[in-house]
């Protein structure tokens, strides 16, 4: 499992196994933060094509975010 698919907050196990991590990835809440800053600005009547770009913009900030992490732990 690499870095970013990694949980943010860890949970052990689903009661079958107690070495599977779960919860919310790193990717997945560094995205959801970008989000969060980007529609902060706008209006809650959003069209789908502008949430779609929001959201796929979310996703790159989030993928740069840790590669640029990555590379300061090298």
Avoid: C, W
Avoid at 11 to 29: D, I, M, P
Avoid at 54 to 63: H, L, P, T
Wanted: no cysteine.
């Amino acid at each position: 499992m690499n870095n970013s698919e990694q949980p943010i907050n860890p949970v052990l196990g689903n009661g079958v196994s107690t070495s599977t991590l779960y919860g919310l990835t790193k990717r997945e809440y560094f995205a959801g933060l970008a989000m969060q800053g980007m529609i902060q600005s706008h209006t809650l009547n959003l069209s789908k094509e502008e949430a779609s770009i929001i959201a796929g913009q979310s996703i790159q900030f989030a993928d740069e975010l840790l590669k640029q992490l990555q590379h300061k732990h090298l």
